[in-house]
């Protein structure tokens, strides 16, 4: 016996001692399933499931952009769509294997971004408000009352380029995702301006604050707004008038995928009425699914933050994924507030 | 080769797989162009270079260099007189030692999240200082440069403390006594004889807490509340929300090669009168 094929011999006997079932792998954001989610699929469809998070789009297209990320479905943001798709990097949906597709929402079934639904299966959505304490008067309406002297070193805004400008943008009565240097322009100006009276640049870590009382006005998405009310009551949001960005996390199987059978039964199950709503009432996100919608508890199913009634749902927009010479001039205005 | 050598292999080894391959890497993605998703395209160019030199990213160099110098100067003010006593402590010796080390027991993220809520409108100290009186409104502790300087303080405390305790501890205690028999008084003798013997720990002190500093990311990202830019949080935006990974490259590149001529010139400047 070599040294060769004493190895395999081990190699084959830890193969031999490990799970056999088949393996489906999903990186999903975190706190995005419910917790019975993963653990029901296994024992339904006698498969493993390695599921792992992440916390931004940024770190999952840095990893499924190799080609060679080990992911079977992951959940990019829908203006990610795109750009992965032009890279290769998506398996194009069989609707064949999608019975449950039909329990999408009216308003997710044909969406802007992909209009036949070729590519991603739309999951939660969620959309950019203001979250503020009670206490302040009069309550803040429009993103130009977070310019208000009054509340200075008591606000917060986004730590994120594209919220934060896209907030300034919407002030100046411009698109959320313009493009137009000179509106950038503006846009930083208004930033600039409103800067020394923020307290700090928060993303989710400014709920925290909201609660203890700390911070009395802050840029927020609706869903992590909805936890603070959830923790104190005299906390309300409100989506701006001026208008306001809506996202949507949408489910999709990689090209790499060499389970895309099994990888659309998950996208299927996740389709299941009871599934999805317990996923939305687990995480308190908006669901996609409007059958689910139906099966949730009034006082989520009717929850102003999570669900916007029609008036308010159109004035909002779904932001374009940005050309790169726009990215980078927002990413220069970006330092430029920063360092200012 | 003789056995002897062979003994630095797995050294070499990590240096090549930690070190070198690593930075051959961000060299050759500094010199690339940037994807339009992120990650890197050909051709190759030199253009994220050109770009850093625009005044906006020199601000934000020399701020960067400023606060880390800012914060040497207070560990090092700090960190002297606590290894002074603990070099000279007749007793306990280890245990005030352990308690510099305490520190590292808990991870890095916690313990500054924690400073969040001492500093906070809410927090410890604010509601502490109310509730005896001192103060009526609460202080703006968090979210400024301060917060980032205590925090960095904090932070890298340790790494002067123990070097300069190294050197302090293997001191000649005859040297002071003999200072004194010859009439420096103890100041005298602090200034002209111990400060000037213990400066291979105080350089070394000095090297460990301001590279990190120089490149810190999360501090000034926590406790300033991202209002301010230092290097390391340019050089992160680079890899996340700006996806400019050859950017993020060339910023890291030329702060390695500025540290690099810094402390060379410094160890030079420094080091001549030891030798």
Known sequence: MNRRTFFLGIAGLAGCARDTRPRLNVYNWSAYVGPETIPDFEREFGVRVRYATYESNEELLAKVFTGNSGWDVVFPTYNRLEPMRSYGLLAPLRHDWLPNLPNLDAGFRAPAWDRSLAWGVPYMWYGTGIVYNRSVHPAPTRWADMWNPALKGRMTMLDDPEDMLGACLKKLGCSFSSTDPQELRRAEQEAIRQKPLLSAYLNAEVRDQLVAGDVLMAQLWSTTAQQAIDAAPNLAFVFPAEGFPFYCDCAVVLRESHRARLAHEFLNYLLRPHVSARVAEATKTATCNGAAHALLPPAIRDNPVLYPPPDVFARGEWPRALPPAAQRLRDRIWTEIKAS | ?275
């Open chain 2, 1 to 275: 080769m003789r056995l002897r050598s062979w003994f630095l292999f797995p050294a070499w080894i990590w240096l090549a797989a930690l070190f070198a391959a690593p930075f051959a890497i961000v060299m050759a993605y500094s010199f690339l162009t940037r994807g339009v998703y992120g990650g890197i395209e050909a051709p190759w160019t030199a253009e994220s270079y050109q770009r850093l030199a625009d005044p906006l990213y020199f601000a934000i160099v020399v701020r960067s260099f400023a606060i880390a110098l800012a914060a040497t100067a207070i560990c090092l003010v700090l960190a002297f007189p606590a290894a002074l006593f603990i070099a000279r402590a007749p007793r306990h010796k280890n245990l005030y030692l352990q308690l510099v080390m305490l520190p590292f027991w808990t991870s890095f993220l916690v313990r500054t999240y924690a400073w969040i809520f001492l500093l906070r409108d809410t927090g410890l100290i604010n509601t502490a200082l109310q509730a005896i009186g001192l103060i009526h409104h609460p202080l703006p502790l968090l979210y400024n440069d301060g917060a980032v300087l205590l925090g960095l303080v904090y932070a890298y405390l340790p790494f002067m403390v123990l070097p300069i305790f190294a050197t302090l501890e293997r001191l000649d205690p005859s040297l002071a006594e003999a200072a004194a028999d010859l009439g420096a008084r103890p100041l005298s003798t602090l200034f002209r004889v111990i400060i000037p013997l213990s400066k291979p720990g105080i350089v070394a002190g000095c090297v460990l807490v301001f590279i990190p500093c120089l490149g810190a990311y999360l501090t000034p990202d926590l406790l300033g509340g991202g209002r301010t830019v230092m290097i390391g949080n340019l050089v992160q935006n680079q890899f996340t929300t700006a996806r400019d990974w050859p950017f993020g490259s060339a910023i890291s590149i030329v702060l390695m090669l500025l540290v690099v001529a810094g402390l060379w010139a410094f160890l030079r400047r420094e080091s001549e009168p030891l030798v």
